[in-house]
Each structure stands twice: as C-alpha cells, then as structure tokens.
C-alpha cells in the first residue's frame, strides 16, 4: 500500500532504493514484482539487524504506544505520524540532522543549481 502509494504521489525515478526489514510481506514474488515493474532495487535490514530501517522506529515511537480498536484506526494514525512528523519535522542523524523533506528540498535544490 505504501509503495503503492509513493509511485502515485511521487512518480519515484527508476533505481529508487526501497528499504525494508526481513518480513515475508517484503520477501514475498508479489512484493519483489512491484519492485521489478517499477525498476526500484530492493533493500532489507541485516538479520538480527531490525532497527536497521525506519519500521523499527514507527513502532518504538508510535506504534507500541498506541491502543488502537480498529485497523483503520491505525491505518490513519500511522500515516498521519509519516505525513506529518516523521518525514517533515522528525530530525534524522543519518541525514545531517534534518528532516526527510528538508533533505530532499536540498537535494533537489542543489540539482535544479547544477542543471
């Protein structure tokens, strides 16, 4: 669904690197397909190695907090956490101590000066 999602949003270039952690879902010919068809390169956490990727931290830091009582209900938390902290305000040591859109404002800023 999220990838899904991301292509129709987005329209990611080709070689785009999915991250993911080692579950079925992700391993599975379906999941894997999606990748092929769009021509993204698929990437899982190192065994033993879950907090490798970002699912790890929506479940320590938003998931294992919340009761949800349906599955829509944390189907609209959970993206409402993505949209509107996790990708725009949470700070990411990996990325110079911004924030997802920060860093891709910069990037494609400093792409849109070299063309």
Known sequence: MALNMTVGLRNPLKGLIVYS???SQYASQQYQSLLANHG???SMSRKDHCWDNSVSRLKDERVFW????TRDEAKNDILNYILMFYNSQRLHSKLGYVSPQQFENNYWGVMSEAA
């Open 66 to 69: 919340r009761n949800y009582q």
């Open 21 to 23: 952690d080692r579950g």
């Open 40 to 42: 993204f390169i698929g």
